[in-house]
């Protein structure tokens, strides 16, 4: 897939509405990438990458023709490495530190305080999900890094979202050294493994 400099992203809460705007957007600008598709919640998401110009005309293309069931979007001109990586499914590396748990009522809202994050502090992104299997249409995003940092990423976040926005949090400030480790292969319980802590069992 190509690289792209800038980023947009639409959630949807209908389906049909979430369909005929992708395709307004494709047709409007020459946009390097997307992604589409239905999420939980009969929720739609669409999301495009490729030039600022480009990006910026295709979504101005989705939000006209959505009829007003766009829950939330946002536009990133200049999107950071990482968070593109995230955004394609490639996971942060593995490391020690405490732990930064965002959610967010949306998935637009998670891209925007993820973004924030990156370019505000030191932090490193090891985990994005965009309302996938079990999110009910939210989006969820975890990170490593320093205590005051962490703390940072929170305030920046806040400060860069609405309040419906829907933001919560947690810091693990020592989490359990297993529990970190199971916790940055991914936080979806379906993909989760047993781990054998050696305590107390029968037999």
Do not use: Q, W
Not at 16 to 23: E, F, K, L, S
Request: charged share 20%.
């Amino acid at each position: 897939m190509k690289r792209a400099a800038s980023l947009a992203l639409l959630d949807f809460d209908s389906v049909p509405a979430g369909i005929y705007a992708t395709d307004a957007m494709l047709k409007k600008a020459p946009v390097a990438f997307f992604r589409s598709g239905t999420v939980t919640r009969g929720r739609y998401l669409a999301l495009v990458g490729g030039t600022p110009a480009c990006v910026e005309e295709a979504l101005a293309a989705g939000l006209a023709a959505a009829g007003g069931h766009v829950l939330d979007h946002v536009l990133l001109a200049d999107v950071h490495p990482r968070l593109l990586d995230a955004v394609e499914g490639r996971r942060g590396g593995e490391g020690a530190g405490a732990l930064l748990v965002l959610e967010t009522a949306t998935v637009s809202s998670i891209v925007l305080a993820a973004e924030k994050a990156l370019k505000g502090t030191g932090v490193d992104l090891v985990e994005v999900r965009l309302a996938d299997a079990g999110l009910a249409g939210k989006g969820l995003a975890l990170f490593r890094g320093e205590l005051h940092d962490l703390e940072e990423a929170v305030s920046l976040a806040r400060a860069a979202l609405s309040p419906t926005a829907g933001l919560t949090h947690r810091i693990l400030a020592r989490p359990n050294e297993a529990f970190a480790r199971e916790v940055a292969l991914g936080t979806a319980f379906s993909a989760s493994r047993f781990v054998d802590l050696g305590g107390e069992g029968e037999g």
